[in-house]
Each structure stands twice: as structure tokens, then as C-alpha cells.
């Protein structure tokens, strides 16, 4: 039983680009949750989704930031123009239908800004 | 006030022994409650929930909840060096739609040496 698969797992940027981070659900999970963990800072919750509804995103930047979870396909968190202030590692995490409170993390993207 | 607040530690104890971990919340209304490890460079690991009040047990851990005093505790009995880490703390959101979001507190890192 797989669990939750991220992609890239590590991911360089330069200033001004676009990094796009995939996040694929256990089986039979259809909650997915977005998490940053800056150095040195704990670990602070972004965005919670179900499949094509935002359900809270109180901890997203207001600017350049966005998450997504389609009907088919990994839930994406989307970070344009990137700033160096934006290198950390973010997790994805999901839970089940039937405890939808538990949450499973992923092994994580490591941004780094150049 | 921190919403969760935990001693960042270093907390050390001889192999064998009990570590005592500790965290306060700030949210009266907080029900669900969470302890999650997270190894150097690795993403946290849900060790235990707990929603009510007293004790829950799972193999060597011990999870300890009082909601009069805004306080939950996580005993690791008969320690080993692989459960050197840092313990994260975590309380989910009320009310609205924070239901999915968990606010952790910064961590205590344990070292359990030989």
C-alpha cells in the first residue's frame, strides 16, 4: 500500500521562476493537505483540500500562491515568481474519508531559490 | 501565547529510560489532539492520536490528555537511540472550516543516548 507520493523531491529555482510541486494521495484517501516547514520554523499548515474544492486555505500567501486538486490526476501546489524567501520544504499529507482528521505525510519537496 | 507550545528541549535520557514529553494549547475548545515524530531531514510520522480525556496507550507510547489544564503529554517507556527525533506536537483546528488544519507547536527534540 503506497503512501503519499510527492514529486519532485528536490526542486532548484532560480528568482522569478515558476515551481510546481505534485502531491499524490494514499489509496482511498480524498483529503490532501499542503504544509511548510521553513529552517529553522515549524511546521505550518497551508491549504486543505478535497477533490476540485478548496476547503481552507487560511495559511496561503495571499500573492503567488495556489493549490489545486482535480478530479483525476496528483494535487498541485503552484508557486510563481519565486523568492529566496520561499526555500523550504513543503508537505503534502492526506487522510481518509471515514477519519478525515488523521493525517499521513508525504516525504516532502525541498525548494530551493536560487 | 503560542497556540501550541512545547519546550524545544534538547530533552536527554539514558537508554531505557522514560522520556516525558509536554505540550499546552490555547484553544479551550481544541478536541483533537496529535503527536507526530519527525527524523533530521525526514517528514513527521503520526505516532498517536487522542480525543478524550485520560490516558492511551500503544505499545511503548502513552499518550496523556487534560483539557481542564489545556495540556497532553507523550511518555515513551524503555527508550531506544532510534527514538532520537524531534516530537511534534499537533492540535486540530474548530469551528468553520479549520476542522482539517493542524497548528503544530515547534518540537522537542529527544536524544536517547546508549
Known amino acids: 500500500n503506497a503512501g503519499v507520493m510527492q514529486n519532485p523531491r528536490h526542486l532548484v529555482r532560480r528568482r522569478g521562476q515558476e515551481a510546481r510541486l505534485r502531491c499524490s494521495p494514499m489509496?482511498?484517501?480524498?483529503?490532501v493537505y499542503w504544509y511548510r516547514q521553513l529552517p529553522e520554523e515549524g511546521l505550518k499548515f497551508m491549504v486543505y483540500?478535497?477533490?476540485?474544492?478548496?476547503?481552507?486555505e487560511s495559511g496561503m500567501p495571499k500573492e503567488r500562491f495556489s493549490a489545486e486538486f482535480p478530479k483525476e490526476g496528483p494535487s498541485i501546489l503552484r508557486i510563481q515568481q519565486v523568492v529566496r524567501g520561499d526555500s523550504a520544504a513543503y508537505f503534502c499529507a492526506s487522510s481518509p474519508p471515514v477519519s478525515p482528521y488523521e493525517q499521513y505525510f508525504g516525504p516532502g519537496t525541498r525548494l530551493t531559490v536560487t | 501565547q503560542k497556540e501550541v507550545e512545547q519546550n524545544s528541549g534538547p530533552l536527554s535520557v539514558p537508554e531505557g529510560a522514560i522520556a516525558s514529553l509536554n505540550c499546552t494549547y490555547s484553544d479551550r475548545g481544541s478536541q483533537s489532539f496529535f503527536w507526530y515524530r519527525q527524523y533530521s531531514g525526514k517528514s513527521p510520522e503520526l505516532i498517536m492520536f487522542i480525543y478524550s480525556n485520560g490516558d492511551k496507550e500503544d505499545g511503548r507510547f502513552t499518550a496523556q490528555l487534560n483539557k481542564a489544564s489545556q495540556y497532553v503529554s507523550l511518555l515513551i517507556r524503555d527508550s531506544q537511540p532510534s527514538d532520537s527525533a524531534t516530537y511534534l506536537c499537533a492540535v486540530r483546528g474548530v469551528g468553520g472550516t479549520s476542522y482539517g488544519k493542524l497548528t503544530f507547536g515547534q518540537g522537542t527534540i529527544l536524544t536517547v543516548h546508549p
Open positions: 483540500l478535497q477533490k476540485e474544492n478548496i476547503i481552507d
Open positions: 489509496k482511498g484517501h480524498s483529503h
